[in-house]
């Protein structure tokens, strides 16, 4: 274990040396003092003030001898001296103490100074170690902050140019969208146009009330645009959905980039903070705090993943846009194909009605042509028959004058003969020809009705014309272009 603020290579952190002095004399025990201050000694100082004066300590010892005996005194007592200079004899010391004391302050300086010398240079080269210790340390940690700042800067411009694509997306996304908003309003016409087809052909009369072509392309037709309204919408509806996701992506990528703006700004001011700056400060304790939540590769994964997914998001934004440029393609396609199909079927009942109304005139002019000519035989039949009723009554007549012939006279004769011939002649004339009178006149009312017939048809096809024609094809003159198809306005 290193001690605080030194190195295991001090010298004064070894144990301690002994000063090198020689053991002195036991010392009399001295009077208990009871002292309230605690002496502080240096290292090599603790033993130089624990010898006492060797005379003082005969004088002592000689003193204690007395009670023992009297036997010792006259061997122990001190050289004669006056008694005035007896008392001052006790507090002194021989040379030998004096050598010994100077000797031993000698010692104790240069073991103090050689104490303090090495630390003094433990202390040199520490502070040295300690400088240079720091100052690595202090570069080192500026390095990291570059470091740092630059990933900041390396992931700040990812998300930057992230940010922007998905912008520019989700702008392209909403502009789809748009477009098929506006295409699936601009079918409304065009869908208006097939029902209101399909509600006059309903006003067709009779016969021409025929599920025909035409009426089956309308049917496509409009089973085809409420078709693809309902795809625009579904499509428009998943956009929408994919919008809010891009815009989720869009917070996220902007909270990050805003969290690593304020990283930056403050990373660059720990960066830029030198010894000699002004706002430094004691901050006690804030080694001991830990309040981060991430390490660099949860960081980095964190930044990375925001990527990914908005990287997601605009992968599908843009298979949503070229699903949309398909539908759009597609279906305009259609459209038309269908819009053709349908004026193609109009067009050919048209010519078909047209046709049949021409041949229908026609018929019509022949019938009025045979009612003509059969009334002009009812009229001559009728004047046949009664240019025929003065023969028969002129024979007649002469047969009944004949009857009133007397006796034998009334003869089978000749002119009997004839004037019976003629009679059943001219009666079978009369009626020959009022069977074909008649006969005529059956046909002239059958003609009368097949005239009303063929009016009544022409009246038929000319209400089928002016439905296919007039009305229908006046309104489906107009169908929207393609770029009104695929949205743009």
């Known amino acids: 274990m290193e001690f605080l603020g030194t190195t295991q290579t001090a010298n004064y952190c070894g144990p301690k040396k002994g000063c090198g002095f020689s053991t002195l004399p036991p010392a009399v025990p001295a009077p208990e003092i009871q002292e309230c201050y605690q002496p502080y000694y240096l290292p090599g100082y603790r033993c130089l003030n624990s010898w006492r004066p060797s005379l003082l300590y005969k004088i002592s010892n000689a003193q204690t001898c007395v009670d023992e005996g009297a036997t010792c005194r006259s061997a122990l007592r001190p050289p004669t001296i006056l008694p005035a200079l007896r008392s001052a004899l006790f507090c002194r010391y021989n040379p030998h103490d004096w050598d010994q004391s100077n000797e031993l302050q000698m010692r104790g300086a240069e073991a103090s100074r050689l104490w303090a010398s090495r630390l003094t240079g433990d202390s040199m080269r520490l502070m040295q170690d300690k400088d240079q210790l720091t100052r690595q340390m202090q570069e080192g940690t500026s390095r990291n902050l570059g470091q740092r700042l630059s990933d900041i800067g390396f992931w700040k411009s990812e998300l930057c140019y992230e940010l922007e694509r998905l912008l520019n997306e989700s702008y392209s996304l909403e502009t789809v969208k748009r477009r098929l908003e506006c295409a699936a309003e601009e079918l409304n016409c065009p869908l208006q146009v097939a029902l209101e087809c399909l509600y006059h052909r309903e006003k067709r009369i009779g016969i021409d009330l025929v599920h025909d072509d035409v009426e089956k392309n309308l049917i496509q037709e409009v089973d085809l645009l409420k078709c693809c309204q309902e795809q625009m919408r579904k499509l428009a509806q998943r956009i929408d959905i994919q919008m809010r996701d891009n815009r989720d992506a869009q917070h996220a990528l902007e909270r990050d980039l805003e969290d690593k703006t304020s990283a930056q700004f403050i990373d660059e001011k720990c960066f830029n903070l030198r010894n000699t700056s002004d706002c430094i400060s004691f901050f006690h304790g804030m080694e001991k705090v830990d309040g981060t939540i991430s390490v ?120 009997q003969f004839k004037l019976v011939n003629e009679v059943f002649t001219i009666d079978d004339t009369l009626q020959t020809l009022r069977l074909r009178l008649r006969e005529t006149q059956d046909t002239l009312q059958l003609l009368v009705m097949t005239k009303c017939r063929l009016e009544h048809e022409l009246a038929i096809k000319a209400n089928t014309l002016c439905i296919d024609k007039e009305k229908c094809m006046s309104m489906r003159k107009t169908f929207p272009c393609t770029p009104r198809l695929v949205g743009y306005t």
């Open 296 to 415: 660099p590769e949860t960081w980095a994964k964190f930044s990375n993943d925001n990527i990914r997914h908005s990287q997601n998001m605009r992968a599908n934004s843009i298979r949503l846009r070229e699903e949309a440029e398909n539908l759009f393609q597609t279906l305009s396609d259609q459209l038309w194909k269908q819009f053709t199909h349908t004026n193609l079927a109009f067009s050919a009942r048209i010519s078909e009605v047209t046709d049949v109304k021409n041949k229908l005139q026609i018929q019509l002019a022949k019938t009025l042509q045979e009612i003509f000519q059969a009334e002009n035989t009812i009229m001559l039949l009728e004047r046949s028959i009664m240019a025929k009723e003065c023969p028969l009554k002129v024979a007649q007549t002469r047969l009944e004058c004949r009857t009133r012939r007397p006796n034998v006279e009334l003869c089978k004769d000749i002119p």
